[in-house]
């Protein structure tokens, strides 16, 4: 069964960093993509980024919204994604979920996610 | 950014009844759009893929069709466990874009 286990939210302040993990099992992690999603407080939702298999280069696309703030990274050894989420606004507060990328670019399995709330 | 427009932004129907909601590209998008459930207080759920493939273990009452910039989402005979938002989402292009989702009630 596929699982993926998002963590890492909580509170904290404009400015400061915090890294997100998505922690997956009943898969070959390595052979896909992995993205991380987000949904605002009683908002739709919005794609923040992926990053490709190694298979593909390990490579990462970012939304605009969050290009050169956030990085996603992966280590296929332990079965992780990760969302480092640096210089947080208080526009970044969201339910962040991560996705299972199919091998055509739909997601087809999400996590929970994990809340980050961003407040002075 | 492809902008998807998705109509209407909430319904309410009676158990049974045929639901349909509509999800528009602004550009040709192909056949590269799925729909997602979110009940509430949970995580999206896969429903359709490729504008119109059933996701594995999905019920049948589930139906998506459409291709280029229109495409339609069903419920044929919705159920009371069928109360949620809706939505589409394109991933021809990047950054892959959501419609602003369709809340379903069951009158």
């Known amino acids: 069964e596929v699982q993926l286990v998002e963590s890492g939210g909580g509170f904290i302040q404009p400015g400061r960093s915090l890294r997100l993990s998505c922690t997956a099992s009943?898969?070959?992690?390595?052979?896909?993509?992995m993205s991380w999603l987000r949904q605002s407080p009683g908002k739709g939702l919005e794609w923040v980024g992926f990053?490709?298999?190694?298979?593909?280069?390990?490579?990462?696309e970012y939304a605009a919204s969050v290009k050169g703030r956030f990085t996603i990274s992966r280590d296929d050894s332990k079965n992780i994604a990760y969302l480092q989420l640096d210089s947080l606004r208080t526009e970044d507060t969201a339910m962040y979920y991560c996705?299972?990328?199919?091998?055509?670019?739909?997601?087809?399995?999400w996590g929970q996610g994990t809340l980050v709330t961003v407040s002075p | 950014d492809i902008q998807m427009t998705q109509s209407p932004s909430s319904l309410s129907a009676s158990a049974g009844d045929t639901v349909t909601i509509t999800c528009q590209a602004s550009?040709?998008?192909?056949?590269?759009l799925s729909w997602c459930q979110q009940k509430p207080g949970k995580a999206p759920k896969l429903l359709i893929y490729?504008?119109?493939s059933l996701e594995t273990g999905v019920p049948s009452r589930f139906s998506g069709s459409g291709s280029g910039t229109d495409f339609t989402f069903t419920i044929s005979g919705l159920q009371p466990e069928d109360i949620a938002t809706y939505y589409c989402?394109?991933?021809?292009?990047?950054?892959?874009?959501f419609g602003q989702g369709t809340k379903v009630e069951v009158k």
């Open positions: 009943g898969f070959t992690f390595g052979d896909y993509a």
């Open positions: 996705t299972r990328d199919s091998f055509y670019d739909y997601a087809d399995y």
């Open positions: 550009q040709d998008i192909s056949n590269y």
């Open positions: 990053i490709r298999s190694n298979s593909y280069g390990g490579t990462t």
């Open positions: 490729d504008a119109s």
């Open positions: 989402q394109q991933y021809d292009e990047l950054p892959y874009t």
